[in-house]
């Protein structure tokens, strides 16, 4: 199954690719990679993180003191569970911290909302996940030795049992957890997230309706419940229930706003129930918003329910406060660098030989180190006939669904020059589609590669009837119809999405493919792209795990991908989705590489989508910052935000930044 960071790097080695027998025996092979990666590190055993229990005494941050003697909150021991999250100080390189100090982000996103649950984002860059906990966790499993990768690491789900058949799942919620404003978290709050937001297709829950195996919920007592799958299931299926699809919401708070509950709300105005001019949102994560100065800054402030501790006892997180400034993300790695911020996932390769060269100095408040290839771009073309707007639009979705056309337009990609466009040196490989090099299902054998080839490009749209009737320079569709000009939405505030799509559109009028580039701001594009609305999108989705963002990349459940929502699945769609049904049913490491080579098949022979180029990243994160530990990797399991596992991290009194808001919290 996972492999470690160890043969990891064995396989991103310079390697030449392998044939498999009986597979692509013809294909085009994927060229040599290097790899950039310099992440050492120990791994550890799964309990080694944390675990759960009661302590003898709890101890809280100082500033809450004065709030509890004010009877304001309640004392530390009745906010916390019966049996909190324990962090072991043997997994800490740093050891337990120190209480107090600021935590500074920057982040090119903004607060679309908080309902979460019905698929709103909150900023990304961490933030999302400053708010959200989930019933599993995935981030920290970047650390785990090979043999305990037996699945996601408990969180707000303490531990699960499956009955004989493997049909149902038993959850049992951690007890006495509490919301911010002081409510019981209970199973109320998981049946409300599922039925009332996944499986209510009417909500853009980030999990899509019945792609959690079509499971039925019941409800046990408060504390525990049960899915009931239509077939047999495994751990890996849990995968599903950690960051950004399985966090239940405060079910007390958005119920009277959902019209199943209320008979005067309506889906639009469900969603928008939590708007992000209004602080606090109610949460379970470590801190809670409660300024939100449009595009400049979110400030938020320790959530005195939070429920996890140090073995010492101390309530987590150490950090009062934590800033959000709403800026750009190239300007994220420009502030790490300068140590204005604490953190950045450097991933604009614009910026990295110069980040590099800062970060060597040893007065550089940050190091980089370079993980393996996980970050990749892909022109998605929509495959979903029923939502074509008009005819013109309908005839170039059954032309996208031709997968001569698909593969034309990967083979009229120079691949090699939009790597040199993002970054001159060894920082890009080609990306075809299916899983980035970094994971650790990639298998290079298996992945057909479409090398740069304008004559192979043309001889597969000639074949498909779709030359230029009107020798304007632009093929028109089959049949003499309209010119093909491909309307394709980016991202206009991220350099390496608009580099990568102006090379596109010169790589595909070559031969005779117009792309009508659209720019937009990141959170109209983020719900375009998860709601399907859109002709042709180009953007980053790493693929690293088929359990992660399901609906971004597989044919899950009926509306899943978003790129083909319609359910009109193409022959090798069908066989897709049985491949990745299969893997989330298994836990046997043989069978899921073996399914996981399939699907690198499948998608890369048919060109699923286009892939571009993909690149490694390189974590910063600010030195005074304490326990964020060596090696971490900006994107495993998770991005490293949830990895370096925030809630303890910490900073010495001395090196602490002010406070904007000390000795508060948020008030309800
Ligand atoms: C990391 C991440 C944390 C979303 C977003 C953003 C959205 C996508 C993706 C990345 C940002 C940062 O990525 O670029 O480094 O901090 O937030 O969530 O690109 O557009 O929809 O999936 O996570
Ligand atoms: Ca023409």
Redesign the pocket.
Known sequence: MVRSMKTMKRALAVSTAIVASGTLATADQMPPETSLSGLEYELIGRGDIYSYGSLDSYNQAPMLDALVESGALPPVNERLPAEPIIFKSGAMVDGIGEYGGVFRHVI??RPEGWNWMAGQHQG???I??AMQECLVRQGPRWQVKAEEQTGPLPNLAQSWTWNVDSTELTVNLMQGVKWSDGDDFDVEDVRFWYEDNVQDENVASRMAKDSFGAANFEVIDDYTFKFVFQSPQAETIVENLAYIQGCPGPSHILKDAHPTYNSDATYDSYTQALPNDVVPPVVLGAWVPVVHRPDELVIMRRNPYYFKVDEAGNQLPYFNEMHFRLST?GDRTAQAVAGTGDFS?M?DPGNYVEALKQSQDENSPVRANFGPRVLSWRLMLNLDPASAEDDTDRAMRDLFRETDFRLALSHALDRDAIGQALARGPFAYPYVAGFSTGSPYYDAGSSDFQPFDQDRANALLDGLGATDTDGDGVRNLPGGGENIVITVLH?GGANADRKQAEAVASQLEEVGIRMNLRSLD?TT??TNRTSGQYQALFA?LPVILPTR?VCETFPAGANCPFFNRGGNRLPFEAELASAYDAFVASSDAAEQAELAKQMQRLMTENAYYIGTVQIPAALLVNKRIRNAHPGTPVFMYE?A?DSVIRERLWTPAAEQEEEVLPGTVAEY
């Open positions: 090119g996103g990304w860059g961490g999302n996940m993300w996932n991933e991202d990141q594009m983020d980053r963002e991005w935000e």
